[in-house]
């Protein structure tokens, strides 16, 4: 890269850098990656452990597609402040029965980069797709996204050893979807699983803007008091009427999905997940650019049971180390509302002075 130079001596405040890349999404919106500065230019990067999803049946493995999710976030984050966010990789499993709360994913250094006039825009207005992105449970127009954004889809995931397929069959996308519903009814079947949901749900914006995390009845569309309702008497949503009832309320929030996209390839190990993350954001950031919203299915993926239902209905080649790791509604929808983030700082292990001495 070269031409104009950005002032290479600017001082970069960590927490400038996390202002935005806290903006990352996570699954349930736990927030679980903390960054540690050891010097101006260099940090380690955590998943805080307690913040993880550890009850369904993938949800180790999720975290680190997490990881990756992030690391892709800082780059893009990292590069509009002209800087280079170069990785260390610890592939490490993750612990959660471990007495260390915090798991070491990544060393980062920020090297500084010249961009010339035309990557630097370039890369602010990368900065602006994180800044605007949001996971969109609207209902979708009934619009097929276009072959050039499935194109582009395709050539982020077969760059980086994935392959990326979709439908827009009738019957199939019906079919998925409601996969997609009965996995919440039997998820909430799983005591641990429920728990953990129970945790992140935010039933009021009150409640939702003093944790600034989890998932919001808002963000869900679903109205707090009733979702509060549902939760409360997981018993009655197999009962014929109530049920019913509480099923329509939840798929009328999938009203007009036209098309479906899943992302298949290796899924082997804390590797391959970190990648499979990394790319999954790469998509969703460039659908993004091109007006396509996304809702990840992620629950889909890490239910055993609605796994083989999908994977089965779509005919994934799984196996040898491969798996359909990530499937998702995509299309357009009016813009979906915020999730909230937890402040910068919340997101910065404060033991600066104790590293750096
Ligand atoms: C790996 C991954 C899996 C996800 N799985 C689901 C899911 O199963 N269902 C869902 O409604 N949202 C899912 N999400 C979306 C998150 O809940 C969402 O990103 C988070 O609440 C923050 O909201 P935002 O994307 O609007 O910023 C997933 C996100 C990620 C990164």
């Known amino acids: 890269m070269n031409g104009a130079t950005p002032n290479p001596e600017a001082a970069v405040v960590w927490s400038e850098i996390v202002g935005d890349a806290r903006l990352y999404p996570s699954p349930h919106n736990s927030q679980p990656v903390k960054l540690r500065?050891?010097?101006?230019?260099?940090?380690?990067?955590f998943y805080d452990l307690d913040l993880g999803l550890p009850a369904e049946s993938f949800g180790i493995p999720f975290a680190h597609v997490c990881a990756g999710v992030f690391l892709e976030t800082l780059r893009v984050v990292a590069l509009a402040a002209g800087f280079e966010a170069r990785e260390t990789l610890d592939h490490a499993e993750m612990d959660f029965e471990g007495e260390d709360r915090l798991h070491r994913f990544a060393r980062v250094t920020l090297v500084p980069v010249e961009l010339d006039p035309e990557q630097k825009l370039e890369a602010e207005i990368a900065l602006e797709r994180i800044r605007t992105r949001r996971t969109s449970r609207r209902p979708y127009r009934r619009a097929s996204v276009p072959a050039e954004a499935i194109a582009a889809a395709e050539r982020i995931c077969a760059d980086a050893g994935y392959e990326f397929r979709h439908t827009g069959d009738r019957a199939l996308v019906r079919r998925i979807v409601h996969v997609n519903q009965a996995t919440l009814f039997d998820d909430l079947e799983n005591d641990?699983?429920?728990?953990?949901?129970?945790?992140?749900?935010r039933f009021s914006k009150r409640e939702a803007a003093e944790r600034a995390d989890g998932l919001s009845a808002e963000a869900m569309l679903l109205p707090g008091r009733i979702l509060r309702f549902a939760m409360a008497h997981r018993g009655m949503w197999r009962a014929p009427v109530v049920g019913a009832a509480i099923r329509g309320v939840?798929?009328?929030t999938?009203?007009?999905?036209?098309?479906?996209?899943?992302?298949?390839?290796?899924?082997?190990?804390?590797?391959?997940?970190?990648?499979?993350?990394?790319?999954?954001?790469?998509?969703?950031?460039?659908?993004?650019?091109?007006?396509?919203?996304?809702h990840p299915f992620g629950t889909v993926i890490t239910n055993p049971r609605s796994h083989v239902l999908f994977a089965e209905a779509v005919g994934a080649r799984e196996g040898e180390g491969r798996m359909a790791w990530m499937l998702f509604r995509l299309g357009y929808s009016a813009y979906p509302p915020l999730a909230l983030r937890r402040a910068a700082e919340a997101m910065i292990l404060d033991d600066r002075k104790e590293e750096t001495r």
């Open 37 to 45: 500065p050891t010097t101006a230019r260099t940090a380690e990067l």
């Open 250 to 252: 939840y798929l009328n």
């Open 254 to 294: 999938m009203r007009g999905v036209h098309e479906l996209g899943w992302i298949e390839g290796p899924f082997d190990g804390p590797r391959d997940y970190i990648e499979a993350g990394r790319t999954f954001m790469r998509v969703w950031l460039e659908l993004h650019r091109r007006g396509v919203v996304l």
């Open 192 to 201: 641990a699983v429920y728990d953990e949901i129970m945790t992140w749900l």
